[in-house]
């Protein structure tokens, strides 16, 4: 094999794929179509969630998905992604594949998959700890433990791992029609294929990087599908829409995309070191990329875990008064000492927070305005309680308190504030923090991930291995 | 001669985003070399001055980077406490608004 042609669509289920592109990359004959569809940038709530699509919905999830399978199953290559968007969670991997089971029936298509789960076994993870292996913070941050703890893993109710590319690669040897992961790292997914083929790992990894935004390393950079060209040394990227094309400075410059560093990116097994990188524009819309180097490091995995810590009720509240936007700190003060008064020692403990859009709700300390300059604000407040019943009887006594406290210059007297949509109080269900975020060593880059090889389509008790034996089927789940 | 210039003076790129849930990650693009290697060879950009200006202690500004090649600047730092992804006080889950922090930083540069 001299070269991997890699055709890369978004797997997020965003609902965004687009088959105009996907039909041009099949002309190129890949090799194999990679996405990735698992984040955790949505935040913390999801890797927490119950429902089987969540953030993105079915409809979205089942319309792209069924694209990329269509596309392995017309150019008759294999994909590769990750699936369970957002969290990766194994709840969230078997919504995929109770969508990709129905895709299966519904177009005839006969499928044999490798799934590999990123969800960690917490038993399994204390073990590790019990034997002396030390899970440093990856963050220094005061929420989370600077060494994973005992504690830090009961109050998880989810917890995950970004594999690489090892447990990919294993399961691509069963052969298999495609992988599904669940909880992957995005380049992982990317490199899995050109590594199982003998090709260098710090132009995989170099490829893998560039593309796992898909068109965003193009010009103009927007969600669209990428094709890469790996060749033994270097490799080749251009745009599938013919209105954008990749330049050195599009191409060079993603290397800034979400990553704290532009020159070395850290990677299970080691990182990828771009500073000698070299770019050069082959023709008007592709350009080659050669020079990265990677250096072998420890393998670690990082290991993801939310913690719920109660239920969330929000309110919204419009000002408009100059009176009140001139004095909306006194009064923001006054709403929440009350609201403090009057519910502390009456239920158990609670979060309240305020946040004024308008004056510094997005920037917070960082916001170089200390008071509201424009016309109208919007006041935001967040209650989290032991249960959404306390929660939102502490946001309603709030929502009064908004409607009625004094403050210096006040005719308001019907009235303080605007308050959208009714109900004016909006329960948002279980609120979650981050609580893991770790470096675990491993000696096995497989340990702790589970595979198995399902053929689709399939009876749903073939799935109950991801969701503690319930059936998964029809967007529905049972209890 | 110097000059006082805005951070996003010249900049065809100013964004942020998240660099996992605790900190955030600010990209700069400039369209002309002379606005970045000004900004660059500034020496203003230190981690004192940016962590004054985001209002954070100096250790939680973690890098700051220039690559010549991309007329690029990076500045990655920690969130606020209570204000990571997800948190009681986080009004900015993906940290996409972020940058506006340093937008109208005014820089003294020397125009030579």
Known sequence: ?479 | MTRRIRLAEGARIFRSKNAGPFRTTVDIFYTSRDSYLALKNSGALTRKAVADRLRVPAEAVEGIFFSDETLGIKITFAKHPRMASGDMRCADTFGAQQYVALKDWEIEVDDG
Not at chain 1, 76 to 87: A, E, L
Not at chain 1, 278 to 290: G, H, L, S, W
Not at chain 1, 436 to 453: G, K, N, S, T, Y
Request: glycine content about 10%; charged content about 25%.
């Open chain 1, 1 to 479: 094999m001299d070269e991997v042609r890699l055709l890369q669509s978004s797997a997020m289920g965003y609902g965004n794929v687009s088959w105009e592109s996907i039909r041009r990359g099949l002309e190129l004959q890949p090799h194999v179509i990679v996405g990735q569809g698992t984040s955790s940038d949505p935040g913390p709530a999801y890797l927490g969630s119950d429902e089987l699509h969540p953030y993105v919905g079915r409809l979205n999830r089942k319309r792209d998905l069924g694209l990329i399978l269509r596309a392995a199953v017309e150019g008759r290559i294999p994909f590769i992604f990750s699936g369970g968007s957002p969290s990766g969670s194994d709840l969230h991997l078997a919504g995929v594949l109770e969508v990709v089971n129905e895709l299966t029936r519904e177009n005839g298509w006969r499928l044999r998959i490798g799934v590999v789960s990123g969800q960690i076994d917490k038993a399994w993870l204390k073990a590790k700890l019990r034997q002396g292996v030390r899970v440093p913070r990856l963050a220094d941050y005061p929420g989370l433990s600077p060494e994973l703890t005992e504690s830090d893993i009961d109050e998880c109710k989810v917890i995950v791992a970004q594999m690489g590319p090892e447990p990919i690669i294993e399961a691509l040897r069963q052969g298999v029609d495609g992988v599904i992961t669940g909880r992957a790292v995005d380049v992982a997914l990317y490199m899995a294929y050109p590594l199982l083929h003998g090709f260098d790992r710090a132009v995989a990894a170099h490829m893998a990087k560039t593309i796992e935004c898909g068109a965003l390393c193009a010009d103009p950079p927007i969600a669209d599908n990428v094709f890469a060209i790996l060749r033994r040394d270097h490799f080749d990227v251009f745009p599938l829409s013919p209105e954008r094309r990749c330049t050195v400075m599009s191409v060079a410059s993603h290397a800034f995309y979400e990553r704290p560093d532009i020159f070395r990116e850290l990677n299970p097994g080691g990182f990828l070191d771009v500073s000698e990188a070299r770019y050069e524009q082959v023709d008007e819309r592709t350009v080659r990329v050669r020079g990265a180097q990677w250096v072998e490091q420890p393998y670690t995995v990082k290991v993801e875990g939310v913690q719920r810590i109660g239920y969330r009720t929000i309110t919204l509240a419009g000002v408009r008064d100059p009176a009140l936007l001139e004095h909306i700190d006194y009064f923001i003060e006054t709403v929440r000492r009350r609201t403090r008064e009057k519910w502390e020692g009456e239920v158990g403990p609670f979060e309240l927070e305020l946040m004024v859009f308008g004056k510094d709700a997005v920037l917070g300390p960082s916001e170089p305005y200390s008071r509201v300059t424009g016309h109208e604000a919007c006041v935001l407040a967040s209650v989290v309680a032991d249960t959404q019943e306390v929660a939102t009887a502490i946001t309603a006594y709030l929502r009064g308190q908004l409607l009625f406290a004094d403050y210096p210059g006040r005719t308001s007297t019907a009235g303080n504030v605007a308050v959208p949509f009714s109900p004016g109080d909006i329960p948002t269900g279980p609120a979650y923090v981050w609580r893991i975020w770790h470096a675990l060593p491993l000696d096995d880059p497989l340990e702790p991930f589970r595979m198995r090889v399902v053929d689709f389509p399939c009876d749903p008790s073939e799935l109950a291995w991801l969701t503690g034996g319930r059936r998964v089927e029809g967007g529905r789940i049972d209890d």
